[in-house]
C-alpha cells in the first residue's frame, strides 16, 4: 500500500458594501488520491466472498461555492447568512464495504455521490440589542436565533449489506 494523499484548495473575494457590511464569495475545492478501499471478489456461482484486500484504489474530489454576508452594528442589529453549494463525490465512503471487483473491472465504475454529500446548506444568525429599543425593561438584555439549512444525504436505494442505505454498522 502507499501513502494516501489530499490537496486542497481556495479562492475567496470578499467586498465592503457599507462601513458595517460585508460580502463574500468562495471556492473551496479538494482531491483524494490513493485512498484505502476494500476490493472482494465472489466465490464462482455463489454469492460469499473469496477474497478481499485493502487496496489504494479509492479516490474523492469535493467542490463547493459560498456565499456569506456580515453586519454589525446597524441600529442594534447583528448578523451573517451563509449560503454553501456543494458536491462530493467518490468510489468508496463506507469504510466497512467491500466493493467487488469483476475481472476487467475498474474501480471508477463506483464513482458516484460520497454517503455523507450534502450539496446545500443555509445558516444565519443575528443578534439585536433591546437596550436600543428605549423600553425601559430592555437595558442589557440581548435577543439573538440561529438557524440550519441544509438538503439530505443521498440514500442508496440498491445494496445488500444497508438496506436502508444509511450506512450504519
Known amino acids: 500500500l502507499r501513502l494516501p494523499y489530499t490537496a486542497q484548495w481556495n479562492v475567496t473575494l470578499e467586498r465592503g458594501l457599507s462601513a458595517d457590511s460585508a460580502i463574500s464569495v468562495g471556492y473551496v475545492g479538494s482531491s483524494g488520491q490513493r485512498l484505502m478501499r476494500r476490493e472482494g ?5 455463489q454469492n460469499v466472498p473469496r477474497l478481499v484486500l485493502a487496496t489504494n484504489n479509492g479516490q474523492s474530489s ?6 456569506h454576508y456580515r453586519t454589525r452594528d446597524m441600529r442594534g ?6 449560503w454553501t453549494w456543494a458536491h462530493t463525490i467518490d468510489n468508496g465512503s463506507w ?25 446545500q446548506s443555509f445558516q444565519a444568525a443575528l443578534t439585536y440589542d433591546l437596550g436600543r429599543s428605549r423600553l425601559p425593561w430592555s437595558r442589557n ?15 442508496d436505494l440498491v445494496t445488500v449489506d444497508q438496506p436502508f442505505g444509511l450506512g450504519f454498522d
Open 77 to 82: 442589529l447583528q448578523g451573517t447568512v451563509s
Open 41 to 45: 471478489a465472489l466465490e464462482p456461482f
Open 141 to 155: 438584555w440581548v435577543l439573538s436565533g440561529t438557524m440550519r439549512a441544509r438538503t439530505g444525504f443521498p440514500v
Open 62 to 67: 469535493y467542490h463547493s461555492l459560498q456565499v
Open 95 to 119: 469504510d466497512s464495504a467491500a466493493y467487488v471487483m469483476f475481472p476487467g473491472s475498474d474501480s471508477n465504475a463506483d464513482r458516484g455521490p460520497a454517503n455523507f454529500d450534502v450539496r
